[in-house]
């Protein structure tokens, strides 16, 4: 059984940083590429930004690029989501997830185990 646990979600004015993490039980976590998806209120989940399996390639949504980066370090089994200039938009609960595909996928049904989700609030 897969377990991703998030952490890093809180309360954050407008402008203000956080960084999320992700810390996966998988014997070879190196063999997983990683994403990052968030669903606000109302809203279908969307992609936020993705990482190679061994982080040399990402992928971000055009919403957060140059606010936002994925990165991984695959010794500690860990997937981070640096997130800058953060806006009231991007309040939503952020979910990681592990995908068995090579490559850094946009798409959610490229993913095939989630975590809980972490909220994070953006206040203006």
């Known amino acids: 059984q897969v377990q991703l646990v998030e952490s890093g979600g809180g309360f954050v004015q407008a402008g203000g940083s956080l960084r999320l993490s992700c810390a996966a039980s998988?014997?070879?976590?190196?063999?997983?590429?990683m994403g990052w998806f968030r669903q606000a209120p109302g809203k279908y989940r969307e992609f936020v930004a993705a990482?190679?399996?061994?982080?040399?390639?990402?992928r971000s949504a055009d919403s957060v690029k140059g606010r936002f980066s994925i990165s991984r370090d695959n010794a500690k089994n860990t997937v981070y989501l640096q997130m800058n200039t953060l806006k009231p938009e991007d309040t939503a609960v952020y979910y990681c997830?592990?995908?068995?595909?090579?490559?850094?996928?946009?798409?959610?049904?490229?993913?095939?185990?989630w975590g809980q989700g972490t909220q994070v609030t953006v206040s203006s």
């Open positions: 997830a592990v995908s068995t595909s090579p490559i850094a996928s946009t798409l959610e049904r490229a993913y095939d185990y």
């Open positions: 990482i190679s399996r061994s982080g040399s390639s990402t």
């Open positions: 998988l014997r070879t976590f190196s063999s997983y590429a």
